[in-house]
């Protein structure tokens, strides 16, 4: 328990330093971005919405610690602001509506990843020097050596533009009714395939490679020997002794690779166009919407944190020697 | 970490002279051997860009979108520039900035990694703090966030990368030195009364060398393949020539829809090869360093009982 209270506090602070990280960069960066985004979306706001995000982003001539209390209470209640490129959305309900397909995407591709990158990492470190061993690690540091972005533009022009066998943008069909019907899903499927494929295929080196190396200084362990010697079958010695010793690290890379699955779907939808918080960080970035891009990157960070509070507990659940001390 | 072990003087095995094996098993393993070839021709390359494409690279000399023909050998762009000039020229932004990045922020990572191993107590846990605050803030949308708010240029783009990649190398170096700060030859050092900079900078630091340079080739890495992706995202500079804006420039001009490959294959391809350069002697560094990873050519059996 104090484990997890510990990890909570510190969860706080990092989510703390990210909102206060938020506060500061507009107040204090040097130019005025903030007079750059009202030349250009001026004739479109209401006084009173200028004067909110005014406040927002710092051009107001109260003292600043009372500005950052007026900032941590608006978070808090969850007044982000209005966005200026898709005005007068609030930032909140922008993110709510894209916030879904990242999940997916992400989601998809980080259990997809681990769970196919560990099961290659175990049989590599169980027939040590057998085939999966010696031709999967170069291949797959070398595909992981592309930027997402990269082999997503790739996949797009080979399997979407020449083969035409994916669609290659959006995620689902334009005209078509979000529903759950197999006709729509199947829909959303088959658009998901390319984005989540090459995220899959970047990431899963990584997977492989440490649980194969943490594998092979389980494998000289003791007990192994020992179960070796019992006579038990060598398919429940890797699972059962080896791998399940092994799997603690991943585990806690888990948590960490969210961050970078985070990253690389971002990427990896500007290139798709697919609808999540990455093309629509891109957009709000490249519209100077800095209330909206705020709004996504508290809420990536809040997601990231979130996930990996949800790590460590089932990490308590996993390793008792957590729970003793 | 042998090596680091050995290279102690108060230990008399010192004569092995492990720093010249350490170098020797480096130029004979093959996976460093290749990485450094592939690493040497883009150095050249980046090198000798002016004067193989002399003048500004980005200058209009053809048709738009033009197939690789002996004439132009990787083709045009859809504004009519030759994609191997732009190529060659894009590496000596992107090799410079992710070595710059790299050496930066591997410096600040062994600053703060060995104070916390040094020193300890609150500063350790104060340094911590701010290590693992930054490792779990998802680094690309703050470099996206940062990036927006400062003013576009070469300076932001290496600020940002640094700002955001010193993490994890602190990380590492710091559980690295812990275990170093726990030897009895640092004590004695401590003991004899040597300033906190000499046992730092003079005692810890010589031992841990090879994870230091493990740590520089991956910051390097990371420096190169998050510049190309800020670049990208149209968040660099996007005046200057470099693999990434070569890319974002790629995408803007649609050179997927309209079938031209030739256009975002070439700069892809060279950050992939640079990426897998270093990978590859970032690994042989491990295998020369950790004898566990080692290519051992024993039956499966035979070889775990010999591990013990």
Sequence with gaps: MRFILRRLGFYLIAFWASITLNFLLPRFMPGDPVSRMFARSQDRMQPEQIEALRKLLGVDDRPLWEQYIGYLHNIFTGQMGVSISRFPTPVTEVIASQIGWTLLLGGTALVIAAVAGNLLGILAAWRRGGAIDSALPPLLVFIGSFPYFWLAMGALYLFGVVLGWFPIRHAFTAGLEPAFTWEFIGDVGAHLVLPALTIVLVSIGGWMLSMRNTMIATNSEDYITMAEAKGLRPGRIMLRYAARNAMLPSVTSFGMGLGFVVGGALLTEVVFAYPGVGYQLLNAVQGLDYPLMQGLFLTITAAVLLANFLVDILYVRLDPRVRSN | ?308
């Design chain 2, 1 to 308: 970490m042998t090596t680091a072990i050995l290279k102690q003087p108060t230990q008399p095995i010192a004569a092995r002279k492990p720093n010249r094996s350490f170098v020797h098993g480096l130029i004979t393993n093959k996976k460093a051997l290749v990485g450094m070839i592939v690493m040497l021709v883009f150095i050249a390359l980046a090198l000798l860009a002016p004067v193989l494409f002399p003048g500004d690279p980005s200058r209009i000399t053809a048709m738009a979108s033009l197939e690789p023909s002996p004439e132009h050998w990787l083709g045009t762009t859809a504004k009519g520039q030759d994609v191997l000039a732009l190529t060659v020229h894009g590496s000596r932004s992107s090799l410079f900035v992710g070595l710059t990045v790299g050496f930066a922020s591997t410096f600040i990572g062994i600053l703060v990694g060995l104070a916390s191993a040094y020193f300890g107590k609150f500063i350790d846990e104060a340094l911590s703090l701010v290590t693992n605050v930054f490792l779990l803030l998802p680094g690309l949308p703050l470099l996206v966030i940062l990036a927006a708010f400062l003013p576009p240029g070469l300076g932001t783009v290496i600020l940002v990368l640094v700002v955001t990649g010193w993490a994890g190398s602190a990380r590492v170096l710091r559980s690295q030195a812990l275990s170093i700060r726990s030897k009895d030859f640092v004590a004695a050092a401590v003991v004899s009364g040597e300033r906190a900079g000499r046992i730092m900078f003079r005692e810890i630091l010589p031992n841990m060398a090879s994870i230091v340079m493990g740590t520089l080739l991956a910051c390097v890495i990371y420096g190169i393949g998050a510049q190309a992706g800020l670049e990208f995202l149209g968040l660099g500079d996007v005046s200057t020539v470099s693999w990434g804006n070569n890319l974002f420039w790629a995408g803007n001009e649609g050179a997927l829809l309209t079938g031209s490959w030739w256009v975002f294959v070439p700069s892809g391809v060279c950050i992939a090869l640079v990426a897998f350069a270093l990978a590859l002697i970032n690994y042989a560094v491990d295998e020369v360093t950790n004898p566990r990873l080692r290519k051992i050519k024993t039956p499966k059996t035979i070889e775990r009982s010999a591990a013990k």
